[in-house]
């Protein structure tokens, strides 16, 4: 059978998809003919319909808004390390202060600490800060939990400390 008559046969039978019926015949030279019109000696086809599937249209895409930020109202806000009136003594000014807050940190909220009115340390998301070198002497420690816009959500009640260092005379 020659490349001819196959994809005359495919593009009937492709066309057929739309017609019910459907015409098939042999000629003089075994080449098999279909089409959609009656020839002399052509065979009749029935042909089913072709299965289709309705696709709906795509729906347009519509981002979701963002997740509304949830508001975290603390309950307490305390520096747990050093305790009140601790003394550190020969101990090269090493100092590490511990946070805690109920309830615990939102992601999105920092803390931030301060030693005698000054910011020390932070913003920072951990609740752990660790300092060394200090100067002898007392300090007041405050903490803070502060949101995205830098706003105080609720500050600490202070704690003294006390940092001793052997001095060096002549």
Known sequence: ???WAISLALLIVCQAATA???YKKVDENGNLIFSD???DD???LEVKPVPTLKIDKTPKFVPT???VKETVNYQSLEITSPVQDENFINNMGTVTVTVQSTPTLNPEHQVQLLFNGVKR????????FSFSNLDRGTYEAKAQVIDTQGKTLITSPPITFHVKRP???N
């Open 1 to 3: 059978m020659n490349k």
């Open 20 to 22: 019910a019926t459907v």
């Open 37 to 39: 019109t009656p020839m």
């Open 42 to 44: 052509a065979e009749k």
């Open 65 to 67: 808004p963002e997740k």
């Open 121 to 128: 340390a932070g913003p920072s998301a951990t609740t752990s």
């Open 167 to 169: 001095v060096i005379r």
